[in-house]
């Protein structure tokens, strides 16, 4: 269930960012993002809730920008955890 931070967060286990980077597995991971690599573009990110894939990262680069600036998502817009919304705010 990748409503789950921690379930979004282990699949970043080949993630080529890692330190000394905006975009490591925990901000990726807290933006919604899940790993999902392919033979040609090891860095594919996908949001679990809008389905935008997005791939070419380099260190510098914020998941949450990244994702705010080519897509319009209800996953960023939500004040509060997930598992506390009421079904009117989902």
Known sequence: DMYEYENRLK???????????KCTPENM???GFVHCPNANEP???KCF?????????EPN??????HTKRHSCGFL?????????TVEEY
Request: net charge negative.
């Open 77 to 85: 817009s939500l004040t509060k955890h997930f598992d506390d919304l």
């Open 11 to 21: 699949t970043f286990t080949k993630w080529p960012f890692v330190e000394n980077c």
């Open 43 to 45: 860095d594919v990110a």
């Open 49 to 57: 809730f809008c389905l935008i894939e997005l791939e070419g990262w």
């Open 61 to 66: 680069d914020d998941p949450w920008e990244e």
């Open 29 to 31: 991971a807290k933006a």
